[in-house]
C-alpha cells in the first residue's frame, strides 16, 4: 500500500474515531475529567496505528488536525439532533 494511500486512511480513522468522542465532550462539563478523556481517549489508538503502518512523525499535524475537526464535526452533529429532537417533541405536544 502506498504512503498517500495509508494517510488517506488514517487521516480518516483520526476524523471517524473523534465524532463520537466529540458527541460525549459536548455532553459532559468544559474541563472535567471526563471533557479531558472524551479529548485524549483516541490518541492511543492513532499513535498504534501510525506506528504500525510505519508512518513517520512528521504526519502527526495532519492526524491531530483530523482529530479535532471529528471532534467539532461531532459535538455539532449531537447538538444539531439534540435541538431537532427537542423542536420536533415540542411540535407533536402542541400539536
Known amino acids: 500500500m502506498g504512503l498517500g494511500l495509508m494517510l488517506a486512511i488514517m487521516t480518516f480513522v483520526s476524523f471517524i474515531v473523534n465524532l463520537p468522542m466529540g458527541m460525549w465532550r459536548v455532553k459532559v462539563p468544559k474541563f472535567s475529567w471526563q471533557w479531558f478523556v472524551a479529548i485524549h481517549l483516541s490518541v492511543p489508538l492513532i499513535f498504534f496505528l501510525r506506528t504500525e503502518a510505519n508512518i513517520s512523525y512528521l504526519y502527526i499535524p ?22 431537532a429532537y427537542k423542536l420536533k417533541k415540542t411540535q407533536l405536544k402542541d400539536g
Do not use: E, M, P, R
Not at 492526524?63 to 471532534?71: E, K, L, P
Open 62 to 83: 495532519l492526524f491531530v488536525t483530523a482529530a479535532i475537526i471529528g471532534q467539532l464535526v461531532g459535538g455539532k452533529i449531537l447538538l444539531h439532533y439534540s435541538k
